[in-house]
């Protein structure tokens, strides 16, 4: 993956249209190919980190999802996200934190891509509404922000008994500002729209690419 993102490449946009690349400069120039050997290439490297035997991915759904958040990389239209949701153990993390990688390792590191999960996110909005010094701001505007198992956190917190709701506040933000978004949960799309709305379900509907894992989970295959 290395050596794919050593070149250098010029912004795409179209005409008065806002810039639409959703890669760093570094690899905005690579072909769709080049880009799913290199995601698959992390996407390996994920499973390994962990202590997991890897399998051979082809002819797998996951290398199905690959080939989509690939071609979703280099397209070029105004899809800022990606919804992946699914069965437990399917590879949605892994591969949400695949291209994470991809983006860092082409990018300015940790300052261009944030990875958190929606609890983490939760706690550091309640802090940050509490006059607290944290990371919810950086969550907001960073580039790239990718979230992990949406739907696990608390619903709602109390700010000054003022109820608040930090998954919308951050969604509607980043829909705003147009900033890619790319998010995990074992909620489909109708569990979505009944647990934040239909004004959040709608602005997602309309941000993000849905890609539905149905894969019986890894975690009990590698055990057997």
């Not at 290199?38 to 996407?43: N, T, V």
């Amino acid at each position: 993956m290395t050596s794919l993102i050593q070149r250098n490449s010029m912004a795409v946009t179209l005409g008065n249209r806002p810039e639409i690349r959703k890669l760093p400069d570094r690899v905005s120039s690579l072909s769709e190919s080049e880009i799913k050997e290199a995601l698959k290439e992390a996407y390996k490297n994920e499973v390994t980190r962990r202590g997991v035997r890897y399998s051979d991915i082809s002819d797998t759904e996951i290398e199905e999802k690959i080939d989509k958040v690939s071609r979703w990389l280099c397209t070029e239209d105004p899809i800022r996200g990606l919804f992946l949701y699914g069965t437990v153990g399917s590879g949605k993390t892994t591969l949400m934190k695949a291209v994470c990688s991809l983006i860092r390792a082409s990018g300015s590191g940790s300052d261009l891509a944030v990875l958190t999960t929606a609890t983490a996110l939760f706690d550091e909005y309640c802090q940050y509404q509490n006059d607290r010094a944290n990371h919810y701001e950086e969550m907001r505007r960073a580039r790239y922000l990718f979230l992990d198992d949406l739907g696990i956190e608390p619903s709602r917190c109390l700010i000054y008994g003022v109820e608040r709701y930090p998954i919308q506040d951050i969604i509607y933000a980043r829909y705003d500002r147009q900033l890619v978004t790319v998010i995990t949960s074992n909620l489909d799309r109708s569990g979505l729209r009944d647990r934040y709305g239909e004004r959040m379900y709608d602005r997602m509907a309309e941000m993000m690419l849905p890609l539905c894992f149905m894969a019986t989970s890894y975690r009990r295959q590698t055990k057997k």
